[in-house]
């Protein structure tokens, strides 16, 4: 009883309501690592922005970072910047994603106008890789859902009409995502970065459109 007491304890601690300035430290901490000076800056931002307002306040109040990772992306020839990858653990991604449409924009005027892309963490089982005969593995932990999920994680507050996969005549093929138009000004800014991070992370290529979602029925 004391083994899982204890256990039970240690994971709780990850989901305490700390100052963001300590909440990425807390995350590395327990992984065995100090948190990176980009964590840093992004736990203080954070930590900016919910003392600015009360609507910040109630709705971070329980969200901690898991880690931040830059990911470099190209625009044209030779422009080329960092994006900031923010994870977040699963069970508060909704809380994060309620406030999204308000507290991206405000994340990159602090962290001088980086693009900023918030995601759940989530992990792939495998298979194959079983404790007993009898486990099974969660649908949620498959390659093809976690991968689709953080397309969606990619893409939110937008949300997608249809996806498609093309293939091309030298055999490659790539996946073209359609999101809801009504939805453009939200993340057209984003949309390189949103193709090539999503490439970084999955190896799959994508590509990204606007249409008009089709309605077969009158309001």
């Known amino acids: ?10 994971r709780h601690t990850r989901f305490l309501p700390v100052s963001w300035a300590r909440r990425c430290v ?9 948190a990176t000076q980009i964590e840093n800056e992004v736990g203080k931002a954070l930590r900016e922005i919910e003392n ?3 609507e910040f306040r109630d709705g971070l109040k329980n969200v901690v970072v898991n880690r931040v990772r830059e990911v470099e992306i190209t625009r044209g020839d030779k422009d080329r910047k960092k994006c900031l990858l923010v994870y977040v653990p699963f069970p508060v991604l909704n809380n994060v994603q309620n406030l999204q449409r308000k507290l991206q924009p405000e994340l990159e005027k602090k962290l001088k106008n980086q693009t900023v892309l918030i995601v759940g963490s989530r ?18 932990r498959t390659l093809t859902s976690v991968y689709d999920a953080l397309l969606d994680d990619l ?12 293939y091309r005549t030298d055999g490659s093929s790539f996946q073209k995502i359609y999101v ?4 453009r000004d939200l993340i057209e800014h984003r949309v390189e970065a949103i193709q090539q991070v999503y490439k970084a992370l999955t190896t799959r290529n994508i590509v990204i459109e606007f249409k008009a979602e089709t309605l077969f029925h009158k309001a």
């Open 180 to 183: 809801d138009a009504n939805d």
């Open 123 to 140: 992990r792939i089982m495998s298979k194959w890789i079983k404790a007993n005969r009898s486990q099974k593995r969660p649908r949620s």
């Open 52 to 54: 600015a307002s009360a």
């Open 1 to 10: 009883w004391y083994f899982f007491f204890f256990s039970s304890r240690r």
């Open 155 to 166: 893409i939110h507050p937008a949300s997608v009409i249809g996806r498609r996969i093309r």
């Open 26 to 34: 807390q995350e590395t901490a327990i992984k065995g690592r100090e």
